[in-house]
């Protein structure tokens, strides 16, 4: 028996669910990595179309669990469970020492941490072709902005990927149920990513959304900018004055990080 939460992680309990996840990443034959493979409900179908599957778990319980399951179906050959915290293991190291380079990741994330994963995810040394994760509802469409209204969140996976919503899950299907409903969605990495040094672009972007109810120009000014040469800045980057962080797009905040940059 493995408990019935771990780490603050709600298994999915709807094999249909999981089936449509498996079917939406399109895997035939390919190498994908799991996040968290809890009874391994989807990892199970994952076996079924990929070519290799990397289980990473971190709670010792579960991954003998998973251990058990995967000699039951006799899939030994195409699952092996990684025992250990995907935020602290070398990633790089294991993509080099399975041959991993070219793959995708299929997850069912941990509400908490699921920033994290993701920034992790897209930033590591060989960055995989797409992801398909469930997350929380409100945190998938938040990544996709499907108000209109960026965040640091969306501009932060936007700089690498394409993000989409596939459909909504309900709450009823995962035991124990959370209190909110989830939302798969889908990363896929862009072929070109912007040319900038990262640290100061993200730092651009941190500050200004820094306080959400203060317009952008306000925001930078805590980078030492003063006002008049904001607004300058801002009319040759075809921005109004007024304008608040939520309003610019990956492709306005490269601009408005090039055109700070050469007046440094």
């Not at 920034?119 to 108000?147: F, H, N, W």
């Not at 008049?228 to 980057?237: D, E, P, Y």
Request: with cysteine; hydrophobic share 40%; glycine share 6%.
């Amino acid at each position: 028996m493995i408990p019935k939460k771990s780490l603050g992680q709600n298994f999915l309990i709807n094999e249909s669910i999981a089936e449509k996840i498996v079917s939406s990443a399109n895997i035939k034959n390919a190498n994908v990595l799991e996040i968290g493979p809890g009874k391994g409900i989807l990892t199970k179908y994952l076996a079924e179309h990929a070519g290799k599957v990397l289980a990473i778990e971190v709670d010792p319980h579960i991954a003998k669990f998973c251990d058990s399951k995967i000699k039951q179906w006799g899939a030994e050959k195409k699952i092996e469970i990684i025992k250990g915290d995907v935020l602290k293991i070398n990633l790089p190291k294991l993509v080099e020492e399975n041959n991993f380079h070219n793959y995708k990741v299929v997850a069912n994330l941990p509400y908490y941490i699921t920033s994290k994963i993701i920034r992790l995810l897209l930033e590591t040394k060989y960055p995989q072709s797409e992801m398909i994760l469930m997350v929380q509802k409100e945190v998938g469409e938040r990544i996709c902005a499907l108000d209109g209204k960026e965040s640091l969140l969306s501009i932060s996976v936007k700089f690498y990927a394409e993000p989409e919503l596939l459909f909504e899950v309900s709450r009823e299907n995962f035991k124990p149920a959370p209190e909110v409903d989830s939302a798969v969605i889908r990363i896929k990495r862009k072929k070109l990513i912007p040319d900038v040094n990262t640290k100061r672009f993200f730092s651009l972007v941190r500050a200004g959304f820094s306080a959400k109810r203060k317009i952008l120009v306000n925001n930078l000014r805590n980078l030492g900018h003063p006002r008049a040469k904001l607004s300058v800045i801002f009319r040759k980057a075809g921005l109004e004055p007024g304008v608040r962080a939520e309003r610019l797009g990956v492709e306005e905040w490269v601009r408005l990080y090039s055109i700070l940059e050469e007046r440094n």
